[in-house]
């Protein structure tokens, strides 16, 4: 578990080359003649083998007896898969396939025999990798690129070489470079976990056009965005609506609005340009950490400034002001005509130590998040003084400080100066907010990020059978779209608030209902066939007499029958006016996105919806914080305040109705599309007035894997918090302990675990002398998928007596065990880790059969571990647990465990 099963692929020890022979250029392909060229540029510091397939059979006997991590392979499409088998023969773990030109079906061929011969295959059809740090270029790519700590993966290998030679002209350099082509075995999601992984890499900037599975690739985007920053360009951006659509969510919500709300959840940053790509990676890399949206201008030129300061408005930044004392103190230390209102414009007479000294002035200043420094040249003024004098101030600033030098030739040196101490510089003030901008968006993602919701709130238990009763009697009647009736229905039966609706089947029957309600009432047309009421004049309102109820029905289905003579009309339904005098109209939606799956929308209703065009949405599920966020990100939460005399509405009743749609997408995975609209909502609450539900019976499964189950909430591309493997078990001695599913909040109780271990216990789990988990791996520990791995954490409840005096109750994680899934989809290998103090006492054993019962709800049909040989207490316990202890031929230190499930 402390080396990734794709080692050998993305950072090899040795290399075996399969592209002819060098000496005859006219055999090659085009691939090959570029990898030979390429390889005999660098010099590879592990080794490196050129070997030909031709070759006699007695070589090749030899050849079996060899070794190598990864097989780079350029030949022509026949030989292959000759090639791959020899890979195998020759113990390769993985293969890189430069062969371009392969179709699906021969690509599925090559992926076949690759996994026959245990190989993880990059390609066909890429363009290779490179690896700077080991000299390794097995590309087609180009020169070597610089070394750095940069990860580049793209889905275009024409744009890749254009990245590379841009990074050349920027001193930019690279970690890993990763061209994934078509078809590839191993794609991006594989790509992006390794990365995560990687300590040569700080972070990492993606060029990707699709996705083929959106669980994969949100699990590694997350584990990758937790770990290290991670910028994303993405082509291919489809406008929004769908013309099949049923609903008003699912017409006006995109493809590329889901990709966005899917992002901002995984914690990643997004760019719409190759220049803000690298823009954004260079200024997420210079200040790793989170922060505010409020950017300090620092000028020596008014015009600039104000640039800077409208681009600022444009992108919804805010701009950061100094403080009266702060402004107050630094004035007397500025020329006479610097100008702290709004801007800090130090004025055509600053020099250095007047930016030295408004920097560290608003770098010291809590009001504001990050600084950015303009200089416009002026006579007797050197820009390279100016730009020391920066460097200077950014040892002592705690934020993140841009610049902007704008000119060309009179700035160059100073621009130079910047760089070489990776201050991120840039020629406009609206390049340089735009990657202010960036940063921003990623400590607000990375708060998304942290938040992985359970599938059902802490609110009131739904009545979650009888939902599903109702969906099922409406797919067997050859349905899809729900009546009014039965939306409601399903809204009920999770507790959100509805008007009382009755169907009426003659016009006598809606006089009847209308009085009983008590007036005024409203009259809706109920047919399977028409999506929006409005559409067809189907919605009379603020009736307010028996006689004008039965007036209405037969003026009504005489109307809609002659705009919709094929329509099936059940009757119209009769419902009491919500009376809400300022209330405002929201819509809640749900739409079923190919490939995110299901993605909740939220925003202003009202029959005029797809004109407002207000659309926030968030992937489920949700907790409270993301319910919070996605009403905020949405235009009509101004109005949601006190607004033009009306009160403000009550927001937690909003939000309760977001979390109920929650639970019900995850509990429903037959759920299509939805729309609640209007959601009447106001200082009183808010009530659900009309409805329109599409279920189908067959949800799109974006989780599990081949061969084994996906589980319930397999319809979703982030899995709920499993919190049904929660249990408390009695602790030898006494006292009782929980054992859970991990999550992100524990990442502080876990380094204080391991920190507290005595050098041999932490020598035994790590096989190392190290005092404490590194921030990568112990946001790799912390978050994760819990579809393709487990850590169940052993929580022990604490009491002590405060400084006050008064007791307190502290938790504190007294042991982990984890599993994660291995390549083959059917095995895992597992750890376990358990306090010192608490060895002994039954929390290592329920630790490990917790963990395996886990494994054996997936499909698991095995687990395994590897063991110290002379940790003689793990080795007792695993063979008192049933596991097998076998030597392990790779290292003759460790023992290999196994047991079946």
Request: charged share 20%.
């Amino acid at each position: 578990m402390d080396k990734h099963y794709l080692s050998p692929l993305f950072a090899p020890q040795s290399v075996a080359v399969f592209a002819g022979q060098a000496d005859d250029p006219a055999s090659l392909t085009p691939q090959a003649r570029a990898l030979h060229q390429a390889l005999a540029a660098q010099h590879y510091s592990g080794a490196l083998r050129l070997l030909n397939i031709h070759t006699s059979s007695g070589t090749l006997a030899d050849l079996v007896q060899s070794r190598a991590d990864l097989a780079v392979i350029a030949l022509p499409a026949p030989d292959v898969a000759a090639a791959i088998e020899l890979a195998g023969r020759m113990a390769c773990r993985s293969a890189l396939l430069m062969t371009s030109g392969i179709g699906a079906e021969q690509a599925d061929a090559f992926k076949k025999a690759a996994r026959q011969a245990g190989v993880h295959l990059l390609g066909p059809n890429s363009m290779g990798l490179q690896r700077p740090h080991s000299q390794l270029n097995a590309s087609v790519l180009g020169p070597l690129a610089a070394s750095g700590s940069l990860a580049l993966v793209s889905q275009s290998g024409a744009l890749t070489s254009s990245m590379l030679d841009w990074a050349r002209n920027n001193a930019v350099g690279f970690s890993s470079v990763v061209s994934l082509g078509s078809h590839t075995a191993v794609d991006i999601a594989d790509v992006l976990d390794f990365l995560a992984f990687d300590p040569q890499t700080r972070s990492i900037v993606v060029y990707m056009e699709g996705i083929t599975n959106a669980r994969r690739f949100m699990s590694s985007l997350r584990s990758a965005a937790h770990a290290k920053p991670v910028v994303i360009l993405k082509s291919g951006r489809q406008p929004a609506g769908n013309e099949a659509a049923q609903t008003h969510s699912a017409a006006t919500v995109g493809s590329d609005d889901v990709f966005d709300a899917a992002l901002r959840r995984a914690g990643a940053v997004r760019v719409r340009s190759f220049v803000q790509l690298f823009s954004a990676a260079k200024c997420l890399a210079s200040r790793y950490r989170p922060v505010g949206r409020r950017l300090a201008v620092i000028t020596n030129g008014g015009g600039p400034g104000v640039l800077a300061a409208d681009w600022i408005n444009e992108i919804s930044l805010e701009l950061g002001k100094l403080s009266p004392e702060a402004a107050a103190e630094l004035k007397p230390r500025l020329p006479e005509l610097a100008s702290l209102s709004d801007l800090v414009d130090l004025s055509e007479e600053a020099n250095a130590d007047h930016f030295k000294a408004a920097i560290h002035a608003a770098g010291a200043d809590r009001r504001i998040d990050g600084v950015l420094a303009i200089f416009s040249p002026k006579p007797g003024v050197d820009s390279i003084e100016v730009a020391q004098a920066l460097v200077d101030a950014n040892r002592t600033v705690d934020k993140p400080l841009l610049s902007c030098w704008m000119g060309d030739t009179s700035v160059a040196a100073g621009r130079a100066v910047l760089k070489d101490a990776a201050i991120p510089t840039f020629r406009t003030p609206e390049a340089a907010v735009g990657a202010f901008g960036n940063i921003a968006s990623f400590a607000e993602n990375q708060l998304l990020l942290q938040q992985t919701p359970p599938p059902l709130s802490a609110l009131a238990k739904p009545d979650i059978d009888a939902a599903r009763l109702v969906i099922e009697n409406v797919l067997a009647e050859r349905r899809k779209v729900l009546t009014e009736m039965e939306s409601k229905t399903l809204l009920s039966a999770f507790h959100i608030p509805v008007t009382q609706t009755v169907l009426a089947r003659h016009a006598n029957e809606a006089m009847m209902i209308a009085m009983q309600l008590g007036f005024p009432v409203a009259l809706k047309i109920d047919s399977p066939d028409i999506s929006h009421k409005s559409d067809v004049q189907g919605v009379v309102l603020d009736i307010k007499t028996g006689a004008s109820a039965r007036d209405a029905y037969e003026d009504m289905l005489d109307r809609v029958r002659r705009l919709r003579p094929q329509a099936r009309i059940n009757g119209v339904t009769v419902q009491k006016m919500a009376r809400h005098r300022r209330g405002r109209e929201i819509n809640i939606g749900l739409v079923t996105d190919d490939p995110f799956g299901p993605v909740i929308v939220f925003g202003a209703g009202g029959t005029m919806i797809e004109l407002i065009n207000d659309r926030a949405m968030e992937l489920p599920p949700l907790n409270q914080f993301l319910a919070r966020r996605l009403i905020d990100r949405s235009r009509i939460a101004e109005a949601l305040a006190e607004w033009r005399g009306a009160s403000a509405v009550d927001r937690e009743a909003l939000e309760q109705v977001l979390l109920r749609v929650s639970e019900m997408v995850c509990e429903l995975p037959q759920l299509r599309e939805m729309d609640i609209n209007p959601i009447i909502v106001d200082e009183s609450g808010a009530v659900a007035v009309d409805a329109r539900i599409v279920v189908d019976s067959a949800p799109p499964v974006l989780g599990g894997h081949p061969g084994r189950p996906s589980g319930h909430y397999s319809h979703l591309a982030i899995l709920p918090y499993p919190s049904r493997h929660e249990q408390v078990w009695p602790l030898g001695g006494g006292g009782e302990f929980t054992v859970r599913p991990v999550h992100t909040d524990d990442a502080q109780m876990l380094q204080t675990l391991v920190q507290g271990l005595s050098s041999e216990s932490r020598y035994f789990r790590f096989a190392s002398a190290l005092t404490e988990l590194p921030p990568s791996m112990l946001a790799r520990f912390t978050l994760i998928d819990y579809d393709r791995e487990m850590a169940l954490v052993a929580v022990l409840k604490e009491r002590h007596v405060g400084d006050d005096g008064e007791p307190v109750q502290t938790e504190r994680i007294i042991g982990v065990s984890r599993y994660i899934t291995n390549p083959d989809q059917s095995s895992c290998e597992f750890s376990l880790l358990v306090a010192d103090d608490y060895a002994g006492k039954g929390v290592g054993s329920r630790l490990m059969e917790s963990i395996m019962e886990v494994a054996r709800e997936k499909g698991l049909s095995e687990i395994i571990g590897l063991v110290l040989a002379h940790n003689r207490g793990m080795l007792k316990r695993m063979k008192g647990l049933g596991f097998a202890v076998k030597p392990f031929p790779e290292d003759p230190d460790f023992k290999l465990v196994t047991r079946s499930l």
